[in-house]
């Protein structure tokens, strides 16, 4: 679903 993705999305921004 798109709110996983977006999970997905910040987990690797907070991994940056």
């Given at each position: 679903?798109?709110?996983?993705?977006?999970?997905?999305?910040r987990?690797?921004?907070?991994?940056?």
């Amino acid at each position: 679903s798109a709110v996983h993705h977006l999970e997905e999305v910040r987990m690797k921004a907070i991994r940056l």
